[in-house]
C-alpha cells in the first residue's frame, strides 16, 4: 500500500473478515490501484446508498487499517450509527460495494498464439527447467497474488546485495493457456513434469511432423494437474524417435516449415506455445526457429527466440554459434525472427569472478538482452526428483519469483 503525503490522510483502524481482506488485496492488484483507494470509493458509494444491504457475517474479523481522506472516517462512523449498523459491518459493506463495482477484469489473451523458442547448442545450460517454469508462470491463477520479483532489480543480482536481489510484490497471475512441446529427444521435459515419453511404436511429435502420424496431435496432449494452474497448462510429451527427427526431416518438403504444420491443428486452442529445444544446431533447430518467426500481421516481440545461458565462458561460444545460425536463416530465408531476449540460468555470485565477470558481460549485450536472471538452488533440482512443476513444489522461493519476472518481462 502506498504511503500518503503527510496531512492528506489519516490512518484508520477496523476490522474485516479475512476472505473479504483477500479478495480486497487480490481486486486492487489486479486493477492496479492501491487498497486506500478502493476502501475510499467503496465508503463513498455505500454512504450514498438508498437503504441498508443485506448484512455481511463478520464473525471472526480481524485488524484491517488503511488511510483515508480527513474527515471521512468520522462522517462514516455517524452514517453508520444512523443506520444502526456496526463499524465493522458498514466497512464490510463498502469493501462488498466496492468489489460488486470492480469485478475482475478479463484475461488479456494475444491476438496471436505466442510462440516461445527456448534454446541453446550447449547442453546443460537449464533450458528445459526455463522452459517449464515460464510456461508455469504464464499459466498461474489469475484470481489469486503470487510473488514477484521487481524486474529493476536484475541488475543488482551483479552486487552482493541480497535485500535488492530479494525485493518482490505481489501481483496476479497470468492466467494464460500454455502448451509446453518437449522438443527434445531426450525427454527431460517430460519427465521433469511427472509424465513417460510417448511410446517408440506409436504416434509422436516426430512422425505429424514426417507425414507418418495415424491419428491427431491432440491425442498426444496431457494436461498438467495442479490447482494454481487449473486446466490451462498441457504438455505435448517427447518420444525417443526424435533422435532421427533430422534424418527424417531430410526427405520431408519445405522441412523448415514441419513443426509448423504440425503443431497448426493445435494452435489456435493457446495463448502461448513454449518449444524446449535440443541442444543441437541442426535441421530440427531450423524448423524450431521457423516456427518462431513473425508472421503477417503479428507485433514485434510476441513470437521469437529466447536463449538461454549461463554466465561462464562456454555458454558465450555455444550463444555465438546459434545467433549464426538464426542470423543465416534470416538471411536466407528472409525471415523476420525476433530475439525475445537472454536468460542467464544457474546464476550464483559465490562462484566468484569468472560468475559476476561473466554475468556482467551478457548485461552489456543489449541486443538481445538480458530479460532474466534464475540462481542456481536447490529447489528446482528437488522439483525434478519429485517429479513436479518448480511452481507448485516451491511457489515462493526465489526461482519460482524469478520465473514470474520472466513471464512479465517478455510479455
Not at 511410446?199 to 498426444?220: C, F, N, Q, V, Y
Not at 510429451?237 to 532421427?244: N, Q, V
Not at 533430422?246 to 493457446?270: C, F, I, T
Request: hydrophobic residues 40%.
Amino acid at each position: 500500500m502506498t504511503q500518503p503525503a503527510p496531512g492528506d490522510r489519516e490512518k484508520v483502524v477496523s476490522k474485516l473478515p479475512a476472505a473479504l481482506a483477500k479478495d480486497l488485496k487480490i481486486r486492487t492488484a489486479q486493477h492496479g490501484i492501491d487498497i486506500q483507494h478502493a476502501v475510499e470509493a467503496g465508503i463513498t458509494a455505500w454512504r450514498g446508498l438508498g437503504s441498508n444491504l443485506t448484512a455481511i457475517d463478520t464473525a471472526g474479523a480481524k485488524s484491517f487499517s488503511t488511510f483515508l481522506p480527513e474527515g471521512q472516517w468520522d462522517e462514516f462512523r455517524q452514517d453508520c450509527s444512523a443506520r444502526g449498523v456496526s463499524i465493522v459491518q458498514g466497512l464490510s459493506q463498502s469493501v462488498q460495494v466496492w468489489l460488486d463495482k470492480n469485478p475482475a477484469p478479463a484475461v488479456v489473451r494475444p491476438k496471436h498464439a505466442r510462440r516461445i523458442v527456448t534454446c541453446n547448442q550447449k547442453g546443460g545450460v537449464g533450458k528445459t527447467a526455463i522452459a517449464c517454469g515460464l510456461g508455469e508462470a504464464l499459466a498461474e491463477d489469475a484470481d489469486q497474488l503470487h510473488p514477484v520479483r521487481i524486474s529493476k532489480h536484475f541488475a543488482a543480482l551483479t552486487q552482493d546485495d541480497s535485500d535488492a536481489a530479494l525485493a518482490y510484490e505481489d501481483l496476479p497471475g497470468l492466467g494464460l493457456n500454455v502448451l509446453l512441446v518437449d522438443f527434445d529427444p531426450q525427454c527431460h521435459m517430460t519427465k521433469q513434469l511427472g509424465h513417460g515419453p510417448l511410446p517408440i511404436e506409436g504416434d509422436s511429435l516426430t512422425k505429424h511432423m514426417a507425414g507418418e502420424a495415424k491419428g491427431p496431435l491432440r491425442d498426444l496432449i496431457v494436461q498438467i494437474d495442479d490447482e494454481r494452474f487449473g486446466d490451462r497448462l498441457h504438455l505435448l510429451p517427447a518420444c525417443t524417435d526424435a533422435f532421427l527427427l533430422d534424418v527424417k526431416l531430410s526427405g520431408v518438403r519445405a522441412r523448415e516449415a514441419a513443426l509448423e504444420r504440425a503443431l497448426a491443428p493445435v494452435e489456435g486452442e493457446y495463448d502461448v506455445i513454449v518449444i524446449d529445444c535440443p541442444p543441437s544446431l541442426g535441421l530440427s533447430m531450423d524448423a524450431a526457429a521457423y516456427y518462431g518467426r513473425r508472421r503477417p500481421e503479428e507485433a514485434p516481440g510476441n513470437s521469437g527466440v529466447l536463449v538461454v545461458v549461463q554466465a561462464e565462458d562456454s555458454s558465450a561460444d555455444a550463444y555465438d554459434l546459434l545467433t549464426s545460425q538464426i542470423e543465416d536463416l534470416r538471411d536466407d530465408m528472409g525471415l523476420e525472427l525476433d530475439y525475445l531476449g537472454i536468460v542467464v540460468n544457474h546464476y550464483d555470485a559465490r562462484r566468484g569472478f569468472i560468475a559476476t565477470s561473466s554475468l556482467e558481460a551478457w548485461m552489456d549485450i543489449k541486443d538481445p538482452r538480458v530479460v532474466g536472471v534464475i540462481g542456481d538452488l536447490k529447489e528446482q533440482k528437488e522439483a525434478v526428483r519429485l517429479k513436479q512443476p518448480l511452481l507448485a513444489y516451491a511457489p515462493r522461493c526465489d526461482q519460482a519469483v524469478g520465473m514470474r519476472a520472466l513471464a512479465r518481462e517478455i510479455s
